[in-house]
């Protein structure tokens, strides 16, 4: 092959890096030393261990034993990296890293913390984020504000998803798993062999195709008539990727993802209910049986309207008895529920882009230098239906049902006003019962979203410097159109669209200088980057009727303009061949913008500011490596993502919650004890809350305000994660070799979202965290593999995830005045075969 250096990204052994969780047995180097492992984390490749910076990659090996699929499945398995999937929608997931916490992912208007790449492009929203990707070869984790070289939303850190790029030579590689749950999983990826000549005609080109697809049946049985169960997969991804070696210094990467999903999410389990009053002193049960009494005694009134007997007791008694029912059954993953509406997700999303590079070599004074031009263009489309909640309020022929426990009150009141005869709002509200229903959650969102960019970067290296220069564009467009109902009838069928878009361009520059100072061992990384962009929306709320009268339509748009100056400073020095520290100051920013759910909702950037330093070493003729860090930050303006119900509706109201002071630190050890054995421990802390928090103000005259600052908590992020594994050669023989691995991760208990706050009675109320409970997943592989089948190689392996069957929420929502807790659970005990075949 001509252009032999730019096939160079074959699946490399190990990552192996700052923080990384200690993974596979190609970790191994001769002689049992861990493998020196090369990133591209600064725009460069070097070595993950010469690298100042807090890093994890994992290798194609690490992401197949882990079964990452996507940047969901991320989360708990490396210490310092935590998040949560959005309830009621697939394929969107919030990542968080050292307690900086993106929220809400479903939500359009809101940009990540933890900014998301692939091959290099960066994807814009968290909407559609977590999809499956065909075939990766590496992902590279980079923790703390990236601003310089990832620009803004990048507040947390990064991570790269990078997929196989073609050898150039015929190759396949096909597996398939069957599990329980009646799990399918097939993957197949072909290379094609090159043809051309680079520096003759048209040059070089070579490809490679792949495909995969998921399926599982669902965790949860569906209990309601006609209902698919919960929790199901179905999920497809293809990749193409074409190499044009037009000569061996000049050539263009053409890779091409499409992913889909079409399934029945997780069972949103009801756990518990909010009191009714703003003091806490009234249950939704309670007062649901003392309108149980009085309408029974209005029903006995002579001319009392017929539908309190007919309708209104016999639904009460069903709602008492399924809200009973949801207590009786309590917290723990349950194993069905129901739904009025399954809750359905459908995800589309395309990427392209096109990387054109030019290695020009010697340029005098500027030394070696390498052009890049990144184009990439994607396109999004989600839809969501359905329940947020477990309660099956569906009328049957007589239009009985469990209905929602605020139309009961809201009927005890119209009808205590009348000692139970019929007027015109009662008639207004029974009408509405019959046309909408009486149910208490339905999600109707359909989104489309769409981004183009354009990266130029000059990467260069002298005797004494090594640099990189750049400029970045990006522009989107989004639409929101949700139809969603909560708490059916009372606040009617109104809907909230809006049309958002962002342009911003960025310049930024980075080198690392070697002054030749104490023998070479210190070098310094200096980083500045600027940004400016500019977002708008288009709101337009649709008038709509409630029970109670009509509500006016909303338009307005609106447009505000942002600037950013990031940067960071590294001060790197080598204690010695085997030892290397580093002192890290760094900055990041996170786009302000409009929230689209909330009707003329303006949120101001966010800033961070973060000191770190951090050690790296490889002990023991290489066979011991200790890494670590400990950092602290100032995070000033945080943008923080609530599920408010002051509307009527759930909206995920976003505001600047002032500040935050935090520390933390990670530690990383991995040991070869012997040439045939890998153990490894991670561990991860962060402490610290809010300093400062927006207060919870009511909308009664004289106003009651909550001073939130001491009540508020971190979000989505434990104090503390731990990992422990063992990758172990049991035999070698004529026939293949037996291996397995192991791995546990352990996290302490977390809060789900910093504040669970409403508007009850014109008074604030603050509601208790749910709290997600601590988790120990316990996941392994055994492997047969390198038998030897014609060319190529079969591997046959028994796998099983969450082994102990743990029995943990990965998340929860507090509904507010609507009244309802409802959770998610992660997966219950998981296991299979697999076979693959690589030729």
Same mark, same amino acid.
């Given at each position: 092959?001509?252009?032999?250096?730019?096939?160079?990204?074959?699946?490399?052994?190990?990552?192996?890096?700052?923080?990384?969780?200690?993974?596979?047995?190609?970790?191994?180097?001769?002689?049992?030393?861990?493998?020196?492992?090369?990133?591209?984390?600064?725009?460069?490749?070097?070595?993950?261990?010469?690298?100042?910076?807090?890093?994890?990659?994992?290798?194609?090996?690490?992401?197949?034993?882990?079964?990452?699929?996507?940047?969901?499945?991320?989360?708990?398995?490396?210490?310092?990296?935590?998040?949560?999937?959005?309830?009621?929608?697939?394929?969107?997931?919030?990542?968080?890293?050292?307690?900086?916490?993106?929220?809400? /992912?479903?939500?359009?208007?809101?940009?990540?913390?933890?900014?998301?790449?692939?091959?290099?492009?960066?994807?814009?929203?968290?909407?559609?984020?977590?999809?499956?990707?065909?075939?990766?070869?590496?992902?590279?984790?980079?923790?703390?504000?990236?601003?310089?070289?990832?620009?803004?939303?990048?507040?947390?850190?990064?991570?790269?998803?990078?997929?196989?790029? /073609?050898?150039?030579?015929?190759?396949?590689?096909?597996?398939?798993?069957?599990?329980? @749950?009646?799990?399918?999983?097939?993957?197949?990826?072909?290379?094609?062999?090159?043809?051309?000549?680079?520096?003759?005609?048209?040059?070089?080109?070579?490809?490679?195709?792949? @495909? =995969?697809?998921?399926?599982?049946?669902?965790?949860?049985?569906?209990?309601?008539?006609?209902?698919?169960?919960?929790?199901?997969?179905?999920?497809?991804?293809?990749?193409?990727?074409?190499?044009?070696?037009?000569?061996?210094?000049?050539?263009?990467?053409?890779?091409?993802?499409?992913?889909?999903?079409?399934?029945?999410?997780?069972? =949103?389990?009801?756990?518990?209910?909010?009191?009714?009053?703003?003091?806490?002193?009234?249950?939704?049960?309670?007062?649901?049986?003392?309108?149980?009494?009085?309408? =029974?005694?209005?029903?006995?009134?002579?001319?009392?309207?017929?539908?309190?007997?007919?309708?209104?007791?016999?639904?009460?008694?069903?709602?008492?008895?399924?809200?009973?029912?949801?207590?009786?059954?309590?917290?723990?993953?349950?194993?069905?529920?129901?739904?009025?509406?399954?809750?359905?997700?459908?995800?589309?999303?395309?990427?392209?882009?096109?990387?054109?590079?030019?290695?020009?070599?010697?340029?005098?004074?500027?030394?070696?230098?390498?052009?890049?031009?990144?184009?990439?263009?994607?396109?999004?489309?989600?839809?969501?239906?359905?329940?947020?909640?477990?309660?099956?309020?569906?009328?049957?022929?007589?239009?009985?049902?469990?209905?929602?426990?605020?139309?009961?009150?809201?009927?005890?009141?119209?009808?205590?006003?009348?000692?139970?005869?019929?007027?015109?709002?009662?008639?207004?509200?029974?009408?509405?019962?019959?046309?909408?229903?009486?149910?208490?959650?339905?999600?109707?969102?359909?989104?489309?979203?769409?981004?183009?960019?354009?990266?130029?970067?000059?990467?260069?290296?002298?005797?004494?410097?090594?640099?990189?220069?750049?400029?970045?564009?990006?522009?989107?467009?989004?639409?929101?159109?949700?139809?969603?109902?909560?708490?059916?009838?009372?606040?009617?069928?109104?809907?909230?669209?809006?049309?958002?878009?962002?342009?911003?361009?960025?310049?930024?520059?980075?080198?690392?200088?070697?002054?030749?100072?104490?023998?070479?061992?210190?070098?310094?990384?200096?980083?500045?980057?600027?940004?400016?962009?500019?977002?708008?929306?288009?709101?337009?709320?649709?008038?709509?009727?409630?029970?109670?009268?009509?509500?006016?339509?909303?338009?307005?748009?609106?447009?505000?303009?942002?600037?950013?100056?990031?940067?960071?400073?590294?001060?790197?020095?080598?204690?010695?061949?085997?030892?290397?520290?580093?002192?890290?100051?760094?900055?990041?920013?996170?786009?302000?913008?409009?929230?689209?759910?909330?009707?003329?909702?303006?949120?101001?950037?966010?800033?961070?500011?973060?000191?770190?330093?951090?050690?790296?070493?490889?002990?023991?003729?290489?066979?011991?490596?200790?890494?670590?860090?400990?950092?602290?930050?100032?995070?000033?303006?945080?943008?923080?993502?609530?599920?408010?119900?002051?509307?009527?509706?759930?909206?995920?109201?976003?505001?600047? *919650?002032?500040?935050?002071?935090?520390?933390?630190?990670?530690?990383?050890?991995?040991?070869?004890?012997?040439?045939?054995?890998?153990?490894?421990?991670?561990?991860?802390?962060?402490?610290?809350?809010?300093?400062?928090? /927006?207060?919870?103000?009511?909308?009664?005259?004289?106003?009651?305000?909550?001073?939130?600052?001491?009540?508020?908590?971190?979000?989505?992020?434990?104090?503390?994660?731990?990992?422990?594994? *063992?990758?172990?050669?049991?035999?070698?023989?004529?026939?293949?070799?037996?291996?397995?691995?192991?791995?546990?991760?352990?996290?302490?208990?977390?809060?789900?979202?910093?504040?669970?706050?409403?508007?009850?009675?014109?008074?604030?109320?603050?509601?208790?965290?749910?709290?997600?409970?601590?988790?120990?997943?316990?996941?392994?592989?055994?492997?047969?593999?390198?038998?030897?089948?014609?060319?190529?190689?079969?591997?046959?392996?028994?796998?099983?995830?969450?082994?102990?069957?743990?029995?943990?929420?990965?998340?929860?929502?507090?509904?507010?005045?609507?009244?309802?807790?409802?959770?998610?659970?992660?997966? /219950?005990?998981?296991?299979?075969?697999?076979?693959?075949?690589?030729?």
């Amino acid at each position: 092959m001509q252009h032999a250096n730019h096939f160079r990204h074959a699946p490399l052994a190990l990552a192996i890096s700052l923080l990384s969780v200690p993974v596979a047995l190609p970790a191994l180097a001769q002689g049992g030393a861990l493998e020196e492992v090369v990133v591209t984390a600064q725009k460069r490749e070097e070595s993950s261990q010469d690298t100042p910076i807090s890093i994890t990659a994992l290798s194609a090996t690490a992401v197949e034993n882990r079964g990452i699929s996507n940047s969901e499945d991320l989360i708990g398995e490396l210490p310092g990296l935590s998040g949560y999937t959005a309830p009621g929608s697939r394929g969107a997931s919030s990542l968080a890293m050292r307690g900086v916490s993106a929220g809400n /992912p479903a939500n359009l208007s809101l940009d990540p913390s933890v900014a998301m790449y692939m091959d290099g492009v960066y994807v814009g929203k968290l909407v559609g984020s977590a999809m499956d990707v065909a075939e990766i070869e590496r992902i590279e984790v980079l923790r703390g504000p990236q601003g310089t070289l990832y620009g803004r939303n990048s507040t947390a850190g990064a991570v790269n998803f990078i997929t196989k790029k /073609p050898t150039g030579e015929f190759g396949v590689r096909a597996s398939a798993k069957a599990g329980n @749950y009646n799990y399918r999983e097939f993957k197949t990826n072909i290379d094609l062999p090159a043809f051309g000549t680079a520096g003759e005609g048209l040059g070089e080109f070579a490809l490679n195709l792949g @495909y =995969q697809t998921r399926l599982r049946d669902g965790f949860y049985e569906n209990d309601s008539p006609g209902g698919d169960d919960f929790d199901e997969l179905d999920r497809q991804a293809w990749r193409l990727a074409v190499t044009w070696n037009i000569t061996d210094s000049v050539y263009v990467d053409y890779n091409y993802d499409h992913s889909e999903l079409d399934e029945i999410g997780a069972l =949103q389990q009801v756990v518990g209910y909010n009191p009714v009053d703003a003091g806490g002193n009234v249950s939704r049960i309670g007062a649901m049986q003392g309108m149980l009494q009085a309408a =029974q005694g209005w029903a006995a009134n002579p001319g009392a309207d017929s539908r309190i007997a007919e309708r209104w007791i016999p639904s009460l008694q069903q709602s008492i008895a399924a809200y009973q029912n949801a207590l009786d059954r309590g917290e723990g993953r349950a194993d069905d529920g129901l739904a009025d509406f399954a809750p359905a997700s459908q995800n589309d999303v395309d990427g392209h882009s096109l990387t054109a590079t030019w290695e020009a070599g010697d340029m005098g004074v500027f030394g070696d230098v390498t052009f890049k031009s990144i184009t990439a263009y994607r396109e999004v489309e989600t839809s969501v239906f359905g329940d947020l909640e477990d309660i099956d309020s569906r009328q049957n022929a007589d239009g009985i049902g469990a209905y929602s426990d605020l139309v009961h009150l809201t009927l005890g009141q119209l009808y205590g006003a009348s000692s139970g005869y019929a007027f015109a709002q009662v008639d207004s509200l029974w009408n509405g019962i019959d046309n909408i229903g009486a149910f208490h959650t339905k999600q109707d969102t359909d989104t489309g979203y769409e981004q183009f960019s354009e990266e130029l970067q000059m990467v260069g290296s002298t005797d004494r410097v090594d640099y990189a220069l750049g400029l970045y564009y990006f522009e989107d467009e989004g639409k929101y159109r949700r139809n969603a109902i909560f708490a059916a009838p009372l606040n009617g069928a109104g809907s909230q669209y809006y049309d958002n878009a962002t342009e911003a361009w960025a310049a930024f520059s980075q080198a690392t200088w070697t002054p030749g100072w104490m023998d070479d061992r210190i070098a310094l990384t200096f980083g500045l980057r600027y940004t400016e962009e500019e977002k708008d929306i288009d709101y337009n709320y649709g008038a709509y009727e409630t029970p109670f009268g009509p509500v006016p339509a909303q338009v307005t748009s609106l447009s505000e303009s942002f600037s950013n100056v990031s940067g960071n400073f590294t001060l790197a020095y080598q204690f010695s061949d085997q030892v290397n520290g580093f002192f890290r100051y760094a900055t990041g920013y996170r786009s302000g913008g409009f929230n689209g759910e909330v009707f003329n909702n303006a949120y101001d950037e966010e800033t961070i500011e973060q000191y770190e330093i951090g050690f790296k070493s490889d002990l023991w003729n290489q066979r011991l490596r200790i890494n670590g860090s400990l950092y602290t930050y100032t995070y000033e303006d945080l943008q923080v993502s609530q599920i408010r119900t002051d509307s009527g509706a759930a909206t995920s109201v976003i505001t600047n *919650a002032g500040e935050a002071d935090r520390w933390g630190g990670e530690l990383e050890m991995m040991v070869s004890p012997l040439d045939d054995l890998i153990l490894g421990l991670s561990y991860s802390y962060v402490d610290g809350d809010f300093e400062k928090f /927006p207060e919870v103000c009511g909308t009664n005259v004289p106003t009651t305000c909550i001073d939130t600052s001491d009540i508020a908590k971190r979000g989505a992020s434990p104090d503390h994660q731990v990992s422990v594994s *063992a990758d172990y050669l049991f035999a070698r023989t004529a026939f293949g070799n037996l291996t397995g691995y192991v791995q546990a991760n352990w996290q302490s208990d977390w809060v789900e979202t910093a504040l669970w706050s409403a508007v009850v009675g014109g008074e604030p109320v603050i509601y208790d965290h749910q709290g997600m409970d601590e988790r120990t997943i316990v996941n392994a592989r055994l492997n047969l593999e390198d038998i030897q089948v014609g060319d190529g190689y079969l591997r046959v392996s028994l796998w099983g995830r969450n082994l102990t069957d743990d029995d943990y929420p990965n998340f929860a929502v507090n509904f507010g005045s609507l009244g309802l807790i409802a959770e998610q659970y992660g997966a /219950p005990r998981t296991y299979g075969l697999e076979v693959s075949y690589d030729y």
